[in-house]
């Protein structure tokens, strides 16, 4: 499927500086950003006390000549000071790490969690025309995978990596200043371990990103599959099914497999070359105590800060990946927070004037290319009139536009030429709210939420109370099958109301409407799930909501309009007759080949039922 322009990924080669995106989410938490790096830089410090502690220890505790030359009790207390010291750089460190980790761990939480919320509002007021080219699985992927890369970035690899950098800086400082000959030996050594740890680092990364595309293809066929699950067993295809997912984990497998073989080669090797360096020192460094350059505290003060700088480079190597791998991440969710609607809310918007029965609707001159079409029209100078309490139907065959203008009286897109209009306002000069509370939408196809059947019916009008729930299921007839459910009203319809019948699911969404009670009622084949008996109460039920608003009906079974006020028949995006049901027929034109058509096919089915029938009942 096609991509829209604003989220399409583009080959780039990721940069750090795309992670300044999150500037803005991370700018509310100065304070806590502060007490982080304070809580670093401290637990760095101390870190790197640690070996002049040892050097202490070692060189006055242990061997220094005024000591073993005293008394024993002196020699104790000596020691018990030493340890002291370096217990109290132990604690700090602990203290300190603990408060950094604390810390930065809250900043990753808080600032995914802001960045998710902005995402999801950002796309939430995306008009259709977004939806329209851009893939719901990939919003949700940006929205959880990218969101968590962020994560693991700002709450933890950041923070390593800002820690390492500051102890390998610091280490490196320690070595120039106490012990250059030995620090230009590891420095070369250092050379030859990080140019082959950058080439492996490579290979890992190209490797997880296959690893979590694969993984991805796993997630997409169960995806499909279980929302399809009576299509699969109808037709058998579970064996099929079964083998399409496991070629698609073992593919995954296969790469996770190398890309663990990858990571073992180079954990490998990282371990076997700083404990080369690390040997390397200790050797240079007794070679020194021998010669009497250096005391055994300073040999062990230089080991330690070199297995610190080696250590850290190997963290900045693996730290440096994430960076790049979060870097992609933030430009993907940037594109979703950049992405602008092209349906917008109006600088100054109008008042709607308050009504006391039906709305008006007008289009006038009304023209409209859907983006994903825009050489095909949808609508071509349609010119439409509503007064106030009329019931208006729009006929047609499939693609005429009838769908068109309920979505341009809603203003999920906006008209390339004309004027839509309802009580004497443009549509694109009011406010969204103010606009969309004014219409109540039965869609063809009924959306139902995992929630209970009161809350359900209770999303038109959120504030409603239970027993304005149901009176309106008792007047769009689905109390019954309610209160036959196991807990009532509070019942749990499952996925999208998957423990429901269709026309059931039709009747919740006629209750929706029919409770947020507004001046202008949009039925789209309102009652194309229902069997003839559901249909008949249901359109009662109907037409008495309808008597004190406008109402636009869209049907294909013309028997469902006959009572209209007006009948308006679309064919290719345009109005080609308008009349009353009788009238129309009369006339001879499109309507009455409609009419014609659908009786015939009405009449023949209901006389292969009655020959079906035939048998069984004689």
């Known amino acids: 499927m096609a991509k829209t322009s604003t989220v399409t990924e583009r080959p780039r080669a990721h940069t750090p500086r795309s992670l300044r995106g999150l500037a803005p989410f991370i700018a509310p938490y100065r304070r806590e ?33 005024d000591v073993m030359s005293g008394d024993p009790g002196a020699r104790v207390m000596a020691l018990r000071e030493h340890f002291v010291a370096l217990f109290g750089v132990g604690v700090a460190l602990g203290l300190f790490s603990a408060a950094r980790f604390y810390t930065v761990s809250w900043l990753g939480e808080r600032i995914t969690a802001d960045l998710r919320d902005a995402v999801y509002a950002r796309v939430l007021r995306q008009s259709p025309a977004f939806f329209e080219t851009t893939q719901t699985g990939e919003v949700l992927s940006r929205l959880t995978t990218d969101t968590t890369l962020v994560q693991t970035v700002v709450g933890s690899s950041l923070s390593m990596g800002l820690r390492n950098t500051v102890m390998g800086i610091g280490a490196l400082i320690m070595l120039v200043l106490t012990n250059p000959t030995v620090m230009v030996q590891v420095l070369g050594i250092l050379v030859i371990v990080v140019a082959p740890s950058m080439y492996f680092g490579r290979r890992v990364r190209r490797l997880s990103r296959a690893s979590q595309d694969r993984v991805a293809d796993t997630s997409a066929i169960a995806a499909e599959v279980l929302n399809a699950i009576p299509v699969v067993q109808g037709y058998t295809q579970e064996a099929r099914e079964e083998a399409r997912y496991h070629a698609a984990t073992e593919a995954a497998f296969d790469v996770a497999r190398r ?117 095909t029209a949808a609508l071509q100078g349609i010119d439409l009139s509503v007064a106030p309490g009329e019931t208006v139907a729009l006929v047609g065959s499939s693609g005429a536009g009838k769908t068109t203008i309920f979505q341009l009286l809603l203003r ?16 694109d000069a009011v406010s969204l709210e103010d606009l969309r509370s004014r219409i109540g939408l039965v869609p063809q196809d009924s959306v139902i939420f995992s929630a209970s059947a009161l809350e359900n019916i209770r999303y038109g009008k959120p ?22 459910l196991p807990e009532g009203y509070a019942s749990f319809l499952g996925e999208r109301g998957v423990r429901l019948s269709g026309g059931q699911r039709q009747r919740i ?26 249909e008949r109460l249901v359109q009662a039920a109907l037409e ?45 034109g499109v309507y009455a080949k409609l009419a014609a058509q659908q009786f015939q096919v009405d009449t023949a089915s209901a006389e292969d039922t009655e020959e079906a029938l035939a048998p069984v009942a004689s």
Do not use: C
């Open 33 to 65: 950003v502060g007490a982080a790096l304070l809580f670093l830089l401290l637990a760095a410090g101390a870190t790197l006390a640690v070996p002049v502690a040892m050097r202490q220890l070692i060189d006055q505790g242990l061997v220094s000549g």
């Open 259 to 375: 890309r663990t073989r990858t990571r073992a080669m180079l954990v490998a090797f990282i371990i076997s070359a700083t404990f080369g360096a690390l040997l390397w020192g200790l050797y240079q460094g007794t070679q020194a105590v021998i010669r009497g350059d250096i005391s055994a505290g300073h040999l062990g003060q230089t080991v330690v800060y070199v297995v610190l700088l080696v250590g850290s480079i190997a963290v900045l190597s693996e730290v440096w990946g994430d960076l790049l791998r979060a870097a992609g991440a933030t430009e993907r969710l940037m594109e979703l927070l950049a992405a602008e609607s092209p349906v917008a809310e109006p600088a100054a918007p109008l008042a709607l004037p308050p009504v006391t029965g039906g709305s008006s609707v007008t289009l006038r001159g009304v023209t409209f290319h859907y983006p994903s079409r825009p050489k």
């Open 544 to 588: 008495a909501a309808m008597a004190h608003r406008t109402t636009i009906v869209i049907a294909h079974r013309l028997a469902t309009v006959q009572k209209a006020d007006r009948i308006v028949v679309l064919d290719e995006g345009r109005i080609v007759e308008t009349g009353r049901h009788a009238e129309l027929v009369a006339q001879g």
């Open 509 to 534: 969404s006629i209750a929706r409407a029919i409770l947020r009670n507004t001046p202008l009622l949009l039925l789209d084949e309102a009652t194309s799930a229902l069997d003839s008996e559901s």
């Open 463 to 484: 504030d409603a109370s239970e027993a304005e729930v149901i009176a309106a299921a008792r007047a769009a007839h689905a109390d019954g099958f309610i209160r036959a």
């Open 412 to 427: 999920f897109y906006d008209a390339q030429q004309g004027d839509v209009m309802i009580d004497g306002r443009r549509v």
